[in-house]
């Protein structure tokens, strides 16, 4: 790796362990250190990698290969590390807001999504080709998908998927082999022999494909992956036909980079054979994909180089500040390491070491190291001196979250809610289309009590008669929430806030019910609005979030 010049390591740096070692840092911790490094030949372990960052990647790989939630106990069976450490790194990545604990299960929150939303802003290409995908998808009434090189892999970066029975289940951030794939050949046509011996041990070492989660294990050993790479390379474009599992096609044009003239990213159209064969496929949808391709290619050509955005504020004070609140239970190296992730975004693509220190407020000591520890584990690349994260980043959470719900985003600050105030809450959305308006419930959480409001998701309600509906009929009216006073229900009182999406368009309600006789309207507005306000803003948070490269439904 490029770097300044540094002195050696200091003797504590981590170094790698014999089977059955361990950490002389950390007596409870198992010997090697887990490296969630899924590809053949690995380098070992570098001296001046941050260990409790490797073991924090590892956590947070093992939520994301299980579908985002995983007992303390399955965690300690997934990543090879004592409880006690599990413990640690869990109460480490809650506290900055990356997973949340679910009674005895860790779940990933969405704000560990800022993270693969650094690597998708510094890319740029689902910024400014999303809005071609989605209109091509629309066109067609089929998925759409653009898909970057990872290794000897494809990630895809954007999904435009239809709402059917039968559809396909993509997320952005799955990593597939790119053998199985439409995209892998148009990418392979570009690999060096290196590449292609890699790729080759890859297959050897792991037959199943079982460092692909997201794909079903392979069905046969047979495959002319070379000869459809050489193929690719002559005819631009290259077809899946039914190579991941029987019954799904696909058709791909590469987007080449205006500059380089490589492949920047593959866009696909994705069907069934009971929809289109995959010479169906060939003939009639490929002319339309091409010429969405060579909109996506003056898209790129022509956009302005993006303004740096601001880089993030305050990193290193806040992992001080939680490391003397939670004393030992706070893996500081951990939180300062993955502040170093955020640092990159739109603008800042390439960033040389001092940038990183200087946006995260680290020591260049600080950051170096952990630049190296995301360097070994594929995260980061290094060129020239400057650095950038690689499409890896989103294995780190993204893939489970970017298929989430407004409900699901919503369901964990309704619990809290509701436990704060001992009242039920819910959240609501409006009926497109209903005159008069009506809202319809998409989650709620019920109170402990014995009189309590029974109104289940899915309920619709006339908006004017309900806090929920005033909120978002006139959210912008002072003093900017809602009360409805006993007008659906003769003892139903209730308040509410709207929910504002990123561009601040109020697009849901969150509301706590009572019973008149227990909260007076000066009650609602003086010891419940605070909290309420305050977990519409978790929740807001949450939604912009998930929301930056990903659509979230309302329903």
Known sequence: MTTPASPAAPPHAPREQPPGARDPRDPHGPGPVPVPVPFPGSDPVPAEAVAPLLRGVAVLTALTEAGGT????ALERQTGLARSTVDRISATLARAGYVRQDGRDTVLAPRVMELGNAYLAALRLPALLDAHADALADELDESVSLAVRDRDGIRFIHQATRRRAMSVSFRIGDLLPAERTAPGPLFAAEWTEPEWAAWRARRAADPADAGFPAVPPRATTADDFEARADRARGDGWALDDQLIEPGLVAVSVPVRDPATGRVACVASVVSHT????????????????????????????????????PPPAGLAAWTTASKHELGRDFVESLARGLTVLTAFGEGRAALTLTDVA???GLARATARRALITYEHLGLVTARDRTFSLTPRVLSLGYPPLSRTTLARLAAPHLRALTDRLHEPAALAVPVPGTDPAEIQYIATAAASRVLTVDITVGTRLPAARTSLGRALLTPDDPPGYALADEELESGLRSIAVPVRDRTGRPVAALNVATHAARRTLAGCVTDVLPHLRAAADHLQTDLRTASRFTRIPLT
């Open 70 to 73: 995983l007992s303390a106990s």
């Open 274 to 309: 009971s929809r289109h064969t995959a010479a169906d496929l060939r003939a009639t949808l490929l002319p339309r994909l091409r010429t969405a391709v060579t909109a996506m290619e003056t898209e790129l050509r022509e956009a302005p180089p993006p303004p740096p955005g």
């Open 358 to 360: 200087t946006a995260t």
